[in-house]
């Protein structure tokens, strides 16, 4: 608490405000007459209060009130008892360092923060927690609870007023969109996230811009996707984690891809698995080898491809991770290793998985069409097609509309 001579510091205005006026964290310092630590701890809000002298003085420099810099009386409830008592069991246990690891278990996550987000906390921290059960929720694929914690996330930003905070809340509402398949809007609010630029750091920026080229790209725009993954990657240049980095090279890979450009595929692959190795990255390392794996049975060499599927296929069923994406992966490399049956049983259990991600079971769709063209089921094919044609079509996704159109059309040609 505060005391008569201290206020309690809204660090997330303070940051906005730094932000407006773009100064510099040295230059603020000097001018407070504080040094730069003390600075950089207003700003990040490791302080939760400040001297009421030194509140005046970054009035004066800011040109704001004193009030302004002051901490509103803002609270939520978000946590039970249970879920309270809940956590001191997790807390108890030997295994939480790993728990909360590049991967980790995200249902303990998700338990451990609604816990620890208690009434007394104030709007702005609740907010951040809400915005991480939003990820550790669909991190589980449980789109409902995580379109819940969202929208709190978003209305206590909004009120609280910490713009890097609200773009974060707007980036995975985009996210949920995507996935939804209202992709049209998804893209919308990623450009919203990017209007915030100003009040975001170089990580921050990279993500956005990785989300927003990645839905780009799924929805057939490649080159627009491109640009924007391009964009990504100058941000993670400068201060990118190998766990970040790892990421945007597997989107750089599924979008060579899709492009059919397995040179650049495979390249990205390998960087894409030498960043996930370095960070710890267990689901980077085993993603990196489908997508090795879909590169060499493009190339025709199906002993690398089935020895890079299986150890791929492993790795995730360790992590317990199963996605509509990597039976797709799955389903073509056994398709070009001939392997009917195999594939006929991914594509079965991916559009299982993805039942609530319309996009993943288009591509899958696709994917049996192909299938059934190479076994000579003409009828099969065209039905799959009008499958995915009707989800691309529910998506946005003309480009992708058409694709189905043009295969359509030599499938009805080829002969019965």
């Known amino acids: 608490?505060?005391?008569?001579?201290?206020?309690?510091?809204?660090?997330?205005?303070?940051?906005?405000?730094?932000?407006?006026?773009?100064?510099?964290?040295?230059?603020?310092?000097?001018?407070?007459?504080?040094?730069?630590?003390?600075?950089?701890?207003?700003?990040?809000?490791?302080?939760?209060?400040?001297?009421?002298?030194?509140a005046?003085?970054?009035?004066?420099?800011?040109?704001?009130?004193?009030?302004?810099?002051?901490l509103p009386d803002e609270r939520a409830t978000l946590a039970s008892e249970a879920d309270q008592a809940h956590a001191a069991q997790l807390?108890?246990?030997?295994?939480?360092?790993?728990?909360?690891?590049?991967?980790?278990?995200?249902?303990?996550?998700?338990?451990?923060?609604?816990?620890?987000?208690?009434?007394?906390?104030?709007?702005?921290?609740?907010?951040?927690?809400?915005n991480q059960l939003c990820v550790a929720c669909w991190r589980q694929s449980k789109l409902g609870p995580a379109q819940t914690y969202n929208d709190a996330a978003l209305a206590l930003a909004e009120r609280c007023g910490d713009k890097a905070l609200l773009a974060s809340a707007l980036q995975s509402r985009a996210n949920l969109q995507h996935?939804?398949?209202?992709?049209?809007?998804?893209?919308?609010?990623?450009?919203?996230?990017?209007?915030?630029a100003p009040y975001l750091d170089e990580l921050a920026l990279a993500n956005t811009h990785n989300n927003y080229g990645a839905s780009l790209y799924e929805t057939g725009e490649l080159e627009a996707g491109r640009a924007e993954l391009e964009q990504a990657m100058r941000h993670l240049r400068l201060r990118g984690t190998p766990m970040q980095l790892s990421i945007a090279r597997a989107h750089f890979a599924i979008l060579a891809l899709r492009a059919d450009d397995v040179t650049a595929a495979h390249e990205h692959a390998v960087w894409s698995q030498t960043h996930a190795e370095q960070a710890g990255y267990r689901r980077g390392v085993a993603m990196a080898m489908l997508l090795r794996a879909d590169?060499?049975?493009?190339?025709?060499?199906?002993?690398?491809?089935?020895?890079?599927?299986?150890?791929?296929?492993?790795?995730?069923?360790?992590?317990?991770?199963?996605?509509?994406?990597?039976?797709?992966?799955?389903?073509?490399?056994?398709?070009?290793?001939?392997?009917?049956?195999?594939?006929?049983?991914?594509?079965?259990?991916?559009?299982?998985?993805?039942?609530?991600?319309?996009?993943?079971?288009?591509?899958?769709?696709?994917?049996?069409?192909?299938?059934?063209?190479?076994?000579?089921?003409?009828?099969?094919?065209?039905?799959?097609?009008?499958?995915?044609?009707?989800?691309?079509?529910?998506?946005?996704?003309p480009r992708l509309v058409d694709a189905c159109h043009r295969m359509s059309l030599d499938a009805a040609a080829a002969a019965p």
Not at 56 to 70: F, S
Not at 180 to 189: D, H, I, S, V, Y
């Open 91 to 130: 807390l108890a246990s030997g295994v939480l360092i790993d728990k909360l690891g590049p991967v980790g278990d995200w249902d303990v996550i998700e338990t451990l923060i609604k816990a620890i987000a208690v009434p007394q906390l104030p709007a702005h921290v609740l907010a951040t927690l809400y």
């Open 295 to 397: 590169v060499a049975a493009r190339r025709g060499d199906t002993a690398d491809a089935l020895e890079q599927l299986a150890d791929g296929r492993h790795r995730f069923a360790e992590l317990r991770i199963e996605e509509g994406l990597n039976e797709e992966f799955a389903a073509r490399v056994w398709r070009f290793a001939g392997r009917v049956d195999d594939a006929h049983a991914a594509i079965r259990r991916g559009l299982a998985w993805s039942e609530a991600f319309p996009l993943e079971q288009a591509q899958l769709h696709v994917e049996h069409a192909r299938l059934c063209q190479a076994v000579g089921d003409r009828t099969g094919a065209l039905a799959a097609l009008d499958a995915a044609r009707v989800l691309f079509e529910r998506c946005g996704a």
């Open 1 to 54: 608490m505060a005391s008569p001579d201290t206020i309690s510091l809204n660090s997330a205005w303070l940051r906005n405000r730094v932000a407006e006026l773009r100064l510099k964290q040295w230059w603020l310092a000097e001018q407070a007459g504080v040094d730069k630590k003390t600075v950089v701890r207003w700003l990040h809000g490791h302080v939760r209060s400040i001297r009421i002298d030194n």
């Open 179 to 196: 996935w939804r398949g209202e992709c049209g809007l998804a893209q919308q609010t990623y450009r919203d996230c990017l209007a915030l």
């Open 56 to 70: 005046r003085a970054l009035a004066n420099i800011l040109g704001c009130r004193v009030d302004d810099l002051a």
